[in-house]
Structure formats: C-alpha cells, structure tokens
C-alpha cells in the first residue's frame, strides 16, 4: 500500500475548499437515508460535495473517480441538562426573537447531543487521514486538506440552509391598536411572581389585558391542553384587543397577542404600556415558554400522541417492510401522509421500487445523474425504497437513554424526506415553505410532477386517471352537448341541510349562543348516499347561452363517469368559505362505506334520437376598447384573409363581473374567471379566482387562448426565446414549445403545465417547418386521440383514507389510515401502530381500488 501522504498529494487537485453558493450534503446521502448518526457514517465527497453512505461510496468512487472523502461519524451522548435544555421542565434562558432555526435570534440545532468524528478517507484502499495526521505533511498537503475539512464542517449543509430559509421571516408586525391603546386607571398593579387566572386559579399560560391588566387564562388548544379561554372571552365580552403573556416578559420584550387582528403583534409602546400596570420590563425574567418556542415545539413534535391519537386508546407499534414512519419536518404531515398511501398503490412500487428484494441499490446509482439530488426519479425511488424496505422501521432510541436502548412508544428511526421535500417544492410558492399545506393540493401537485418526468415508459399517475363526461342539456330545445375531461380525485360536496342530527344541532348552537361554555361539540352527521346524490344530480345553469336558439336560457348539467379508474380518490369538501369569504372547515362525520359501487354513475354518450346542439360560436359582444384581430378559420389558409373572422372580446355575463370587482378582484381577473368557467355562475367563477390568485398574469387582460396576432403571424412571433429555449430543453420540440406558449398567452408555467396536459395531442403532431400542424389543418376530419385512462367495473374497496385535524388547511395536523393484510395501520408520521379504531366517518381523501371480478 502506498505511503497515505503521497497518495493524499496525488489527489490534492480534486479536492476543493467550499465557496459561497456550493451545496454542501453533510447530513443526508444522496441515494439513501443514511446520515453521520447511521451505522457506517457519512462520506462526503471533497470534489463535488456530494454525500453517501457506506453502501454507496464505492460505486461513486468507481463511477466518478473521486477518491477523497470525508467522513462523519456521530455517536449520541447522554442528554445534560443545563441552561439551554428544557429536559428539567424548565424552558430555555435565552429568549429567540425570531421563528427561525439555527440561525442569529432563532432556535439552535441540538448538535450538543452528538459528538462527532471527522476524518479524511482515500478509496479505494480506504486509508485514513486524520487533523493530527495532516500535521507531519508537507504545507502543500495540509493547507489545502485541512481547509476543505474546515469548509465542509462549517458550512451549512444543504438541509440545514433549506430549513432556516423556510423557518426565517416569520416577523410580527406592528399592532394598528399598540399606539393608542387606551389604559383604565382603574388602580390595578400586577406582581412580578406569583400569578393566577381571575377566573378559574389556573397557574400556568396566563395573559395580563393591557387595557384593564385583567389576568386571564389563554386559549385551550384542540388536545385538551392549554387554558380555559377565559382570555378571548373576556376580549369578546370588552372589546380590549391586546394582551401579553405573562412569563415572557424580558428587557428585550415580551409575547402580545392582538385578538382582534387575530395574530402575534409588536407594540413599540410595550415597556409604557407595562408600566401603567407596575411591571418594569428591565427587571423581569422570562419564566414561561414563548409563542415562538412553543410553535416551533408543536411543529417538531407534533407526532406525539398528545396531541392525535384513537380514543386515547394504547396503540401496538408496528416494524418492518411497508411499515416505515416518516419524521416530521416541521409541518410535513401533509406530504408524509400522502406519499405513505402512494406507495401502497402497486403502479408506484413497481415504477420505483420494482425489485425490492434485488439489487435496488445498483439500479438507483446506475440510473442517477452527476448530481442524483436534483433527480425526480432518483429521489422518488430512494424515498420509496425508504419506505418499502424495512431497513428504517426499527424503534427509535430514547433520547435521554445514554444506553441507546429503545423504548416501546411506537417512535421509529423512520425517515426524513429532506432532501425529496426540497426538490418536489423547489420553485412552489407554498410547498417550498413549512407552512402547513392541503394535502388535496399536495397530491395533484406531485401527480403532475409524475406525469411530467414520465413521457416514455409506465406512468403510474394513470392508476388515478379517469374520464369525466358532462352532458348539458338546453332546456329550450331539448338540445345536448357532450364534453370530456380528464380529472384524477372525485370532489364530494357536503350537504349540510341533509344532516340526520339537526335537532341536536340547533340545541348545541343555541346553547352556544346563550354563553354556555358547557355545551357539548355537536358534529353534522351526514349520510354518505346524500354526498353521492348531490354529486350525481342535474345541476342548473341559469344564463346558458345555447347555440340551438341563439340566445342566453336555462340548461341542466349532469356529471358522469367516461371511465373508471383502478384506484378512486374522493375529497370531501370539508373545506369551503363563509359568507364573508373567510376559509372554513365543516365539522362532519360521513358513514364512508367500505365497498363503493358506481356503476350507476357510468356515462351512456350520446342517447337514440337524441340531437345535438349545433357547433356555433356565439356572438361577440362589441366594446369601443378592444382592438379588432383576425383569427384563422378552420378552413382558412395563409394566403386567403377572407375567412379571417373579426374576434372581439368574448360573451361575458356583466353582472358576473361585476359581483366579483365588487369583492375587490383586479377588472380583468374577474373577466377571466367568468370567460374560463363560460358564464356558468358566481360560484364557479368564485372557485377559478381562487385557485388562480398566485398565478404571475392573475391581473394581465384576457387573451383567449388560440388567438394570433393576425394574419401571417409567424409560429415565434411575440413568444419569449427564453421561454422557448427553457421547454425545448425538455425535449420537446420548438413547434410543440411554440404551441404551448401561444395557447397560454406566454407564461412559461402554465405552458409547461399545458404541455404536459396534451401530450398526446403533441405526439400526433405532423409538425411541418412553417408551424403548422396536420392536426390543425385536417382538423375537420379526424380528431386527435384522447388521453390514456384504464376502465373497469366501478366496484371498489376502501384501502386508505387520510385525516386532518384543525380548522383549516393551513394549519392542524395530517395522519393517514392504511389496510395493510387486513389490518388498518395508523401512520402518525414518526409512529407506525395498528389502528384499534379507524375514524373513517372524518377523513378527508379517501382511497379506493377497484375490486377485481
């Protein structure tokens, strides 16, 4: 073997020292979840940064021909307490000013608990070089090994810097109340010590008003914990609106609550305001935890059964393959939940996991690219493998056990989704934060993450795919007119009026009303049959504008199933907006059945006899302010402008439009909404507006989709380069690019999304060198082929559902119920058990298979 100082001299060239802007991986392997903490450590590749583990190290020595490594160990010590750990029941001296972690004012990393080994590693003999090693070689050697060691370490490594950019920036702002808030002399002096609530003698989570100093207890958080909400009553009966919590008090400030902005505020007149009651800011200590500390407490453990569990039931853990739980990242019960259920679904094992038995981890590393990190496929797979394998179900150590010895709560080592979480939310207004999100909007968002990175071979979103056929009926001419979509989650509405239990909700509510804080929580009970029939009945349009008679009149609309898929996912709207717009949640129990038949809800096409209404456009409405344009006919051509049709602005229902600007919407926003959901009513615009609010041209004028510049246009004309270059880079091509941009007026992502919407449009291109397509010019005669769906019987079984506990989507908790070999498991991120008690009557996504025949 070669002397270890010549052989680190003759690979001094590939090793780098870190500059700002690399991505250091210290803490996660690329292609599995092994960590310094796990078996074997973490090699860290001191050219490209990249870290594996012990399994995978080699294969990247041999791929890359990369040699230096460094490698990190780290053994858990035994937990201290001092004066920065709260294991004594004592919360931290040192107060965070902001909801961030690991960074200036925030929360730090417990690194404290490990102690860590570094060291250099050559492949591939595997000799060690050490720090004191390093001092008996040549500067040339030292200086630049131990510089790169030193970079590695401090760096921050690639999931730490995604988790303090997602939990900085959370900064309260200045309360509009804080600087007039009236004070009554009404003589009240609060003491340093020694509080208690004026109303029930509660001791602990105590709110001093700063408009009479009235020591009130806070709310009662949805576990039970907490106060007795004597604090907000006492706001709702008075009307004061700013409190501060007692304990948090310190010379730097304090936690004050705004009831009526409903949020954590600054009040600049804080030291003034205390004053007035007798406290000195500049002489108390902070002898309770901080709002801060403890949101930040909730979302690293919100896995504990404290605060979701079955009944208050002793669940049996549960280990082994399909039975791996996944940490909590700070409000990622979302995603966890919904890759969990995925994962059962056999479309996504055999994608990603198709021998798990085999050499999964050649497969893994001989697909992968340079940098397998920022692979979709390779980040998938190695999430699921995670989950499938078995290889992380095993219980947790305790952490204050120095033996390591682990303790029987359900806790697995599971694991951490860091690095899959960062690369499906890159570039997501909402998934790329730790915010709480919808899990409905979650598993479409991932869904066409699938379909986007799966244009050739199997996709296994297409378990989900099914046809929608509309059938719209004018009531005038007896007329139809068939449409199909393509949709993946059946949206079930709540009828509220149709609840078994009225008489005990009105009680409940009247008693509510009358002040009684001892009136019990009433849930609706729907019946589930109701749910089906106001899914399934006729729904009517109003201001149907039918081309048979020529004019606006009343249609009805019914909704069936063009085809079944294998797997049905239906959303309960839980979810909806009161009558002042502000989201809320309805507090249901559904009788979700079992098995499921939707036979009777499959699509018949067009009836005997029945005739269709005729293909017309409908007029356009004239407007001094729009500019005429010419649209190509479909039977015009290039060099015959006569067929050119003038396009105005579409038929817009007025007061439509008007309702929404009156809500504050941008004019053309609300053109939009009502153009794209074609005059079908307020709601339906409503719920568009909604859910296009983030898009970049939500306020840009409405240009239907289609039109061209006039005649003559060339395909790249007024379509961004930049635009075009990003999607061909895809693979796509520059015709098929130039379509997709000029059909959504040039915003790049929504033409990505377009494009992976019609790919089997695209694919039956004839894309010719002038741009145009054999599909657009023999338009008339055979239209393209419709997307790929599966069909089936619509008989079903019940195989997951999953959960959400809160009062909106943006807040709350997520688990998810899955049958596995007959038995219902409870995956509560980090806890895997079996389920005694499914609550299948208040989930909110549930999951069906087709039962086969």
Not at 482 to 505: C, F, H, K, S
Not at 665 to 687: H, Q, S
Request: aromatic share 8%; hydrophobic share 35%; proline share 7%.
């Amino acid at each position: 073997m070669a002397d270890v100082g010549e052989v680190l001299r003759s690979v001094l060239s590939t090793i780098r020292v870190p500059k700002p802007g690399d991505r250091v991986h210290k803490d996660e392997c690329a292609l599995s979840f092994s960590s310094p903490e796990t078996d074997g450590g973490l090699y860290v590749c001191m050219n490209t940064f990249l870290g594996f583990g012990s399994q995978y190290v080699d294969r990247h020595h041999a791929r890359s021909g990369q040699r230096a490594y460094l490698h990190i160990t780290r053994t858990r010590k035994a937990k201290k307490e001092d004066d920065n750990n709260s294991g004594s029941g004592h919360p931290p001296k040192k107060k965070p000013t902001r909801l961030a972690i690991g960074i200036e004012g925030g929360f730090d990393v417990e690194q404290e608990l490990y102690e860590e080994d570094v060291k250099v590693v050559i492949l591939p003999d595997r000799q060690e070089v050490t720090s004191d090693d390093l001092t008996t070689m040549p500067d040339v050697v030292k200086e630049r090994v131990s510089l790169s060691m030193a970079g590695i370490m401090a760096a921050d490594s690639v999931s730490h810097a995604l988790q303090v950019q997602q939990w900085d920036g959370e900064v309260r702002q200045e309360s509009r109340h804080a600087p007039d808030l009236k004070q009554l002399d009404n003589g009240v002096k609060i003491p340093p010590s020694g509080w208690r609530c004026d109303v029930c003698d509660l001791q602990e989570n105590l709110w001093a008003n700063l408009t009479d100093g009235k020591v009130l207890c806070g709310r009662r958080y949805f576990d039970g914990s907490g106060g007795n909400n004597h604090a907000l009553l006492h706001f709702q009966e008075t009307g004061y609106p700013l409190a501060v919590k007692l304990g948090t008090i310190t010379p730097d400030g304090a936690d004050v609550y705004s009831y009526d902005e409903d949020d954590m505020v600054l009040d600049s007149k804080l030291p003034e305001h205390l004053s007035h009651f007798g406290i000195d800011m500049m002489t108390m200590e902070k002898t309770e935890r901080t709002m801060t500390e403890l949101e930040i407490a909730v979302n690293q453990r919100v896995g504990e059964w404290e605060v979701i569990q079955e009944s208050g039931t002793t669940l049996r853990p549960m280990f082994g393959p399909g039975l791996t739980g996944m940490k909590n990242l700070g409000n990622s019960c979302y995603l966890n939940s919904v890759m969990q259920v995925l994962f059962t679904v056999p479309d996504f094992q055999s994608k990603y996991v198709p021998n798990i038995d085999g050499d999964h981890v050649s497969k893994i590393i001989d697909e992968a690219p340079s940098d397998p990190t920022q692979d979709f496929k390779t980040q998938v797979a190695k999430l699921g493998y995670g989950l499938l394998s078995g290889e992380y179900s095993k219980p947790a150590p305790d952490p204050g056990d120095e033996n390591g010895t682990p303790e029987p709560r359900g806790d697995q080592i599971g694991i951490a989704p860091r690095m899959f979480k960062a690369l499906v939310g890159r570039g997501h207004p909402e998934f790329s934060t730790n915010r709480q999100q919808d899990a409905q909007e979650f598993l479409l968002h991932f869904i066409n993450m699938v379909e986007r990175n799966c244009r050739s071979g199997s996709n296994p979103s297409e378990a989900f795919r099914y046809l929608v056929e509309e059938r719209i009926v004018c009531e005038q001419s007896q007329k139809a007119k068939y449409t199909q979509r393509v949709d993946y989650i059946v949206q079930l509405p709540v009828p509220m009026d149709q609840a078994t239990n009225t008489e005990e909700l009105q009680e409940a509510e009247r008693r509510r009303e009358e002040g009684d804080t001892s009136a019990p929580t009433v849930r609706a009970q729907i019946p589930f049959t109701a749910c089906m029939a106001a899914l399934s009945e006729p729904e009517v349009l109003t201001d149907f504008w039918s081309s048979a008679v020529q004019a606006k009149t009343t249609a009805t609309k019914t909704t069936r199933f063009a085809s079944f898929p294998d797997h049905l996912v239906i959303q309960i709207k839980k979810f909806t907006f009161g009558l002042d717009w502000v989201p809320k949640k309805l507090d249901v129990s559904i009788d979700v059945p079992d098995t499921l038949d939707l036979s009777a809800l499959r699509a018949t096409g067009q009836q005997p006899g029945e005739e269709l209404l005729p293909e017309v456009a409908p007029p356009p409405l004239m407007t001094p302010d729009v500019e005429v344009k010419g649209i190509l006919g479909s039977h015009g051509n290039d060099e015959d402008d006569s067929l050119y049709s003038p396009l105005l602005s579409p038929v817009l229902d007025d007061s439509t439009v008007s309702q929404l600007c009156e809500m504050g919407f941008p004019l053309e926003a609300c053109r939009k909404a009502v153009y794209y959901t074609g005059n079908t009513g307020i709601d339906a615009a409503m719920n568009w507006i909604m859910g296009h609010m983030d898009d970049p041209d939500f306020s840009a004028p409405l240009v239907v989709p289609g039109c061209s510049s006039g005649p003559g246009t060339t395909p790249t004309e007024s379509v961004s380069e930049e635009h075009l270059a990003t999607i061909v880079s895809m693979g796509f091509s520059r015709d098929q690019a130039t379509k997709a941009l000029r059909a959504t007026s040039n915003v790049l992502h929504r033409a990505v999304d377009w494009i992976f919407s019609h790919l089997d449009d695209l694919e039956s291109m004839d894309v010719s060198e002038g741009g145009r397509s054999a599909a657009e010019s023999e338009s008339a005669r055979e239209p393209p082929p419709g997307p790929r769906v599966r069909d089936g019987p619509g008989k079903y079984e019940l195989f997951a559902f999953i959960s959400h506990m809160g009062t909106s989507t943006m807040c709350g908790h997520y688990v998810c119920h899955i049958k596995k070999d007959q038995q219902w498991v409870i995956f509560n991120d980090q806890k895997v058990c079996a389920s005694e008690k499914p609550p299948k009557d208040l989930g909110y996504l549930y999951f069906y298979r087709r039962v086969p025949e």
